[in-house]
Nanobody, 122 residues
Framework: VQLQASGGGSVQDGDSLTLSCTAS????????MAWFRQAPGKEREFVGA????????YYGDSVKGRFTISRDNAKNTVYLQMNSLKPEDTAVYYC????????????????WGQGTQVTVSS
């Protein structure tokens, strides 16, 4: 599976941004999809994940209530809608795919996109 993330950019505190990740190479609906992020000097952090059906999205504590993960299996795409962005959300955001495993554990994911930079200024 090849993953291509897009939609990053530079925004102001409180703004919104939507990231997209499009998959190719295998049946997208076979995979659970997730977003992780990594800020300079920090470990990779779980942001959100969604099962193949689109049900039961799950979020990291730092983004709950502000970010929404969704997927469109017909378009082979997973989205991350980010609202009320804060400077601490600044990071490179990665999409990832796995057939099964623990949602929040990055090592469980088999495929990764190249990352897209999100910068939030105060």
């Amino acid at each position: 599976v090849q993953l291509q993330a897009s939609g990053g950019g530079s925004v102001q505190d409180g703004d919104s941004l939507t990231l997209s990740c499009t998959a190719s190479g295998d049946s997208f609906s076979n995979y659970m999809m997730a977003w992780f992020r990594q800020a300079p000097g920090k470990e990779r952090e779980f942001v959100g994940a969604i099962q193949w059906s689109g049900n039961w999205p799950y979020y990291g504590d730092s983004v709950k209530g502000r970010f929404t993960i969704s997927r469109d299996n017909a378009k082979n795409t997973v989205y991350l809608q980010m609202n009320s962005l804060k400077p601490e959300d600044t990071a490179v955001y990665y999409c990832a795919a796995a057939r099964a495993g623990r949602l929040v554990v990055s090592a469980e994911y088999d495929y990764w996109g190249q990352g897209t930079q999100v910068t939030v200024s105060s």
